[in-house]
């Protein structure tokens, strides 16, 4: 399994990116997957997930401004992310659950900062 994320860029405050991952793998539809991000100096966190289809979680500091999807078809999950803010600005990390347990596969990270 690998993870291959992409999207992120300098942007300023308010505007929106979307970040995506492409998985390989032939039971992708079946994985719950996952962003989290780590800030410069602080510990990696959660900021969403998706799993079962269409069931979806969010980190309290992204509710209504992220939204998290997945197209099986192309083995992508997305980030879409909205009304960004400076203390967004991290890696974004895009995980794979691929059975039961924790999150076991991870991408490298894409870059995402944003500007006041």
């Known amino acids: 399994v690998q993870l291959v994320e992409s999207g992120g860029g300098l942007v300023q405050a308010g505007a929106s990116l979307r970040l995506s991952c492409a998985a390989s793998?032939?039971?992708?539809?079946?994985?719950?997957m996952g962003w989290f991000r780590q800030a410069p100096g602080k510990e990696r966190e959660f900021v969403a997930a998706?799993?079962?289809?269409?069931?979806?979680s969010y980190a309290d500091s992204v509710k209504g401004r992220f939204t998290i999807s997945r197209d099986n078809a192309k083995n992508t999950v997305y980030l879409q992310m909205n009304s960004l803010k400076p203390e967004d600005t991290a890696v974004y990390y895009c995980?794979?659950?691929?059975?039961?347990?924790?999150?076991?596969?991870w991408g490298q990270g894409t870059q995402v900062t944003v500007s006041s």
């Open positions: 998706v799993w079962g289809g269409a069931y979806t």
């Open positions: 793998g032939r039971t992708f539809s079946s994985w719950r």
């Open positions: 995980a794979a659950s691929t059975g039961v347990g924790t999150y076991g596969t």
